[in-house]
């Protein structure tokens, strides 16, 4: 896999199927459906729970705002994504281009996926800093990786961004 | 009705602190990014508050009036920072 900016895009290109199969998941990875942990951890209260009125007014006007934000940075990554589809042969490498407009909603929708994916499988600190766990031998081990993959993108992105 | 009434002011009067709390998950680059574009601060401080997250599991990144300490909170919880208002007793 090679990365570098060119311009006004981001360009990650020589993806394996594995790693654009990853990317491909972004999206799904950012619903919290059937998760009650990584819901709470993405529309976190605002104050102490004794703060009723706050806490209240807080789910009523301030929750849906956050939710249209989170679902609008999944939809421009959905979108960029869409490249990578029918792109070029299976199990060929490919090449996927972001937008350098719409890097924010990157680093928003990866950071979503790897909160939710965190909170579902209950990552501890410890686990969260082992970059180098191999070789992938469980569904968990997976979500790690995919966890410190989304991470090293964030990276990236920031990275050119602040240049 | 006079009694409510101060009670009312002192609420409005009330400072309020912003905190942004320990995460494992958020990148330390990211939440210093994130605190130069919500607060405006310099890279260095960003970087300091952003180590006092770290470190010590908490970082008070504003206090004042409570309408803008919840605006705050707001733009910290979009960019999915853990971040949370309290009152200043």
Same mark, same amino acid.
């Given at each position: 896999?090679?990365?570098?900016?060119?311009?006004?895009?981001?360009?990650?290109?020589?993806?394996?199927?594995?790693? $654009?199969?990853?990317?491909?998941?972004?999206?799904?990875?950012?619903?919290?459906?059937?998760?009650?942990?990584?819901?709470?951890?993405?529309?976190?209260?605002?104050?102490?729970?004794?703060?009723?009125?706050?806490? $209240?007014?807080?789910?009523?006007?301030?929750?849906?705002?956050?939710?249209?934000?989170?679902?609008?940075?999944?939809?421009?990554?959905?979108?960029?994504?869409?490249?990578?589809?029918?792109?070029?042969?299976?199990? $060929?490498?490919?090449?996927?281009?972001?937008?350098?407009?719409? $890097?924010?909603?990157?680093?928003?929708?990866?950071?979503?996926?790897?909160?939710?994916?965190?909170?579902?499988?209950?990552?501890?600190?410890?686990?969260?800093?082992?970059?180098?766990?191999?070789?992938?031998?469980?569904?968990?081990?997976?979500?790690?990786?995919?966890?410190?993959?989304?991470?090293?993108?964030?990276?990236?992105?920031?990275?050119?961004?602040?240049? | 009705?006079?009694?409510?009434? &101060?009670?009312?002011?002192?609420?409005?009067?009330?400072?309020?602190?912003?905190?942004?709390? %320990?995460?494992?998950?958020?990148?330390? &680059?990211?939440? &210093?990014?994130?605190?130069? !574009?919500?607060?405006?601060?310099?890279?260095? !401080?960003?970087? !300091?508050?952003?180590?006092?997250?770290?470190?010590?599991?908490?970082?008070?990144?504003?206090?004042?009036?409570?309408?803008?300490?919840?605006?705050?909170?707001?733009?910290?919880?979009?960019?999915?920072?853990?971040? &949370?208002?309290?009152?200043? %007793?």
């Amino acid at each position: 896999m090679d990365i570098r900016r060119e311009g006004d895009t981001l360009e990650i290109s020589e993806l394996d199927p594995f790693l $654009a199969e990853l990317l491909r998941q972004i999206p799904d990875s950012t619903k919290p459906e059937g998760a009650e942990a990584a819901h709470a951890r993405l529309f976190c209260l605002p104050a102490d729970p004794a703060e009723k009125e706050l806490c $209240a007014e807080w789910k009523l006007y301030v929750e849906p705002e956050l939710r249209r934000l989170f679902h609008s940075a999944t939809e421009t990554v959905l979108t960029d994504l869409q490249a990578l589809n029918g792109q070029s042969k299976p199990f $060929a490498n490919c090449t996927l281009r972001i937008p350098t407009k719409n $890097a924010e909603a990157w680093l928003n929708a990866l950071n979503q996926a790897r909160l939710v994916i965190a909170s579902k499988y209950g990552f501890s600190e410890g686990e969260l800093g082992d970059h180098y766990r191999s070789p992938i031998g469980s569904r968990r081990d997976l979500s790690l990786f995919q966890i410190n993959f989304y991470g090293f993108l964030q990276e990236f992105i920031l990275h050119e961004m602040q240049k | 009705m006079i009694e409510q009434e &101060t009670r009312q002011q002192e609420e409005v009067d009330t400072p309020w602190q912003v905190v942004v709390h %320990n995460d494992p998950i958020n990148l330390m &680059t990211y939440v &210093t990014m994130v605190f130069q !574009k919500v607060f405006g601060f310099s890279r260095e !401080k960003a970087e !300091k508050h952003m180590l006092e997250v770290h470190q010590q599991g908490r970082s008070i990144v504003w206090s004042g009036l409570r309408e803008r300490a919840e605006l705050y909170v707001q733009q910290l919880q979009g960019y999915l920072l853990l971040a &949370t208002l309290e009152r200043i %007793n």
